[in-house]
Nanobody, 125 residues
Framework: QVQLVESGGGSVQAGGSLRLSCAFS????????MAWFRQAPGKEREGVAS????????YYADFVKGRFTISQDIAKNTMTLQMNSLEPDDTAMYYC??????????????????WGQGTQVTVSS
């Protein structure tokens, strides 16, 4: 079993920055593939960034490349998402996910076994 708790969301003006954190606990084998997803009102959930612990490989959705950075600190059981140059379209609930499995498309496994409760990010113009 894995528990995920996100923090760091909030409101910011366009061009600003936020840093999201995901504290995780439980099975270490389930945190080998982790990711951030987001879901805006009326839209489907979409993958933002993923990280594969073995080798530290990271993947980013095209709409955040160059602006967001995903990282993981295994010793501190924390995954972070540094978000810079935020845009109003980045407004969404952001979710931490762990335990990825299944076919990998665009750096995101088809399924994740564990999800956090989400943290709201609001970017005003």
């Amino acid at each position: 079993q894995v528990q995920l708790v996100e923090s760091g969301g909030g409101s910011v003006q366009a061009g600003g920055s936020l840093r999201l954190s995901c504290a995780f606990s439980g099975s270490s084998s389930s945190t080998k593939i982790m990711a951030w997803f987001r879901q805006a009102p009326g839209k489907e959930r979409e993958g933002v960034a993923s990280i594969f612990t073995a080798g530290g490989t990271t993947y980013y959705a095209d709409f955040v490349k160059g602006r967001f950075t995903i990282s993981q600190d295994i010793a501190k059981n924390t995954m972070t998402l540094q978000m810079n140059s935020l845009e109003p379209d980045d407004t969404a609930m952001y979710y931490c996910a762990a335990g990825g499995y299944g076919a990998v498309v665009g750096g995101f496994p088809a399924h994740f076994g564990y999800w956090g409760q989400g943290t709201q990010v609001t970017v005003s113009s």
